[in-house]
């Protein structure tokens, strides 16, 4: 029968953190989207892992099958997740690898530091795990899905730096000759630390990703607003009409037979009016397209800027109306904001598919500064206690899930922007 001594407390304490850094990897790596079990059933999975990885690690102590049981393990980890079978063994792979790569790491310096120890193996299993943590960090800010345009570097550098202070303050507790059950409570206590840490994280992430949808809704409902204004228009337009049609019919029979010619002409000119539809500038056939960049050009009429349009897309195009309304909104957003400044703006909008591929372009007249932060473009608005909007980094976030590239110009006070998809 087992006794449960230090290294074995630390040990499984080590391992729950494990698995937490664990299941962040398998989120960035097949994303929360692709969850296709219950909470529960996830969870369900994670403490089998946890179970029967800590008792063959306890009971049996043969490391070949602590091993084999770890890969077999990471393989039901990815159970819970919607993905393909190369995919789920290149994810095992992978973090099978960077937990024996850490494990290594941390090994061989320890060894080189302290020489051969009895502490060695309980510095390797706690400081292998941070570090794991940390690769998984550095990992979520390069490939991540939303972090990259939510946290700056130096945001990035705290959150960090909190595993390494960590393992600094573990390292000096193991070898500082403390009680063990001194050394437990506070080492539980610093990897609760960093759990606690990250969830409060992922908390403002989800959060500020909410606050995006909702901006993107608003446009959506602006743009289906704006779209009903138009087809009611119409409509009273062709009331209108129809129950003056034959007076008209009437007046204009009478003009031709009289000759009078002027009059005919003002007639004429006055009943085209009637008839066209001056809010509807685009018709795709696409409801969001249309309506939104219908709302947002509406607005730079009433500015009076000059408008040149080419826009050619199909009804259907393969982009999702989320997408759509986080490009074009934001885009036509930042022009109108440079646009209000001036007297006699200009805007272009080249919109166009061929073969697979959606070019995007805007240009816009602006006048004053651009402002840059490195290579990122800064916000110009002025109104602070407002929501500083979708910005241009979701729409390179955007971009980059259709396989695209954007490219952002300023020349002689035209602000240029180009986008290419592929669909």
């Known amino acids: 029968m087992l006794v449960m001594g230090y290294s074995e407390v630390i040990y499984l304490i080590s391992n729950v953190f494990r698995i937490f850094s664990i299941n962040l990897f398998l989120i960035l790596f097949f994303s929360k989207k692709n969850l296709r079990w219950p909470r529960w059933a996830q969870w369900g999975v994670l403490c089998t892992y946890f179970i029967f990885n800590s008792a063959v690690y306890l009971f049996v102590q043969k490391p070949m099958l602590t091993v084999i049981t770890n890969a077999f393990l990471f393989v039901v980890l990815t159970l819970p997740y919607k993905s393909s079978i190369c995919r789920r063994l290149f994810s095992t792979c992978s973090i099978f690898m960077i937990g024996i790569i850490c494990e290594g790491i941390v090994a061989r310096t320890a060894i080189l530091l302290y020489g051969l120890s009895p502490k060695i193996e309980i510095i390797t299993y706690v400081l292998s795990n941070f570090l794991l943590y940390f690769i ?41 000759g403390y009680e063990q059950w001194v050394n437990v409570i506070i080492i539980s206590s610093l990897f609760l630390i960093n759990i606690v840490f990250f969830y409060l994280y992922a908390q403002v992430v989800d959060k500020y990703e909410f606050e995006i949808q909702n901006q993107s809704l608003a446009q959506q409902n602006k743009a289906y607003h704006q779209q009903l204004l138009v087809i009611r228009t119409a409509e009273d337009n062709i009331k209108r009409l129809q129950h003056d049609y034959k007076n008209h019919l009437i007046a204009l029979k009478e003009m031709t037979g009289n000759c009078k010619t002027e009059k005919f002409k003002e007639y004429v000119r006055v009943f085209e009016e009637k008839l066209s539809l001056n809010t509807e500038f685009v018709m795709t056939g696409n409801e969001t397209v249309d309506g939104l960049i219908n709302y947002k050009l509406q607005l730079m009429y009433d500015l009076g800027v000059k408008v040149d349009l080419d826009i050619s897309i199909p009804d259907d ?62 916000s110009t608005k002025k109104v602070f206690d407002e929501p500083h909007g979708i910005g241009l980094n979701n729409v390179k976030r955007i971009v980059k899930k259709y396989n695209g590239e954007l490219s952002i110009s300023t020349e002689e006070n035209y602000f240029d922007v180009e986008i290419v998809m592929y669909i």
């Open 317 to 378: 195009i393969k982009i999702h109306d989320f997408d759509a309304v986080v490009i074009l909104g934001n885009l036509l957003d930042n022009a109108i904001r440079a646009l209000q400044e001036q007297e006699n703006g200009v805007f272009l909008m080249n919109f166009l598919y061929n073969r697979g591929a959606v070019f995007l372009q805007t240009r816009n007249t602006y006048i004053g500064e651009i402002k840059m932060k490195g290579n990122t473009f800064c």
């Open 136 to 176: 998984v960090l550095i990992m979520k800010r390069f490939f991540g899905e939303h972090e990259e345009m939510l946290i700056d570097r130096m945001h990035w550098l705290f959150l960090t730096i909190i595993p390494c202070i960590s393992s600094i303050a573990d390292i000096a507790l193991i070898l500082g």
